[in-house]
């Protein structure tokens, strides 16, 4: 069963920077699109940002031009680079798979930003 394991997240004030990673336990990850989602309290989780499987990038007009996605194969590892952070950033984030199919979610990591 593939598991997938985030950390990074924390306690920021705004305008500061943090650096998420997610680990997938899945041989084929250099084949799977991901994505970074994230759901605020009351919310309904949404993406925040996909990399395709060549390092095509995409962003949700919420955090274009302060979020970058990256993601290392040999690793099994996907990046989210958040700066310039904002309160409305606060949620629990995750990664997945980018498409119709998703793997098990996993914990996610909390993500606090302070005004």
């Known amino acids: 069963q593939v598991q997938l394991v985030e950390s990074g997240g924390g306690l920021v004030q705004a305008g500061g920077p943090l650096r998420l990673s997610c680990v997938a336990s899945?041989?084929?990850?250099?084949?799977?699109?991901m994505g970074w989602y994230r759901q605020a309290p009351g919310k309904q989780r949404e993406l925040v940002a996909g990399i395709t499987t060549g390092g095509i990038t995409k962003y949700s007009d919420s955090v274009k031009g302060r979020f970058t996605i990256s993601r290392d194969n040999t690793k099994a590892t996907v990046f989210l680079q958040m700066n310039s952070l904002q309160p409305e950033d606060t949620a629990v984030y995750y990664c997945n798979a980018d498409g119709p199919q998703k793997y098990l979610w996993g914990q996610g990591t909390q993500v606090t930003v302070s005004s």
């Open positions: 899945v041989s084929i990850f250099r084949f799977i699109p």
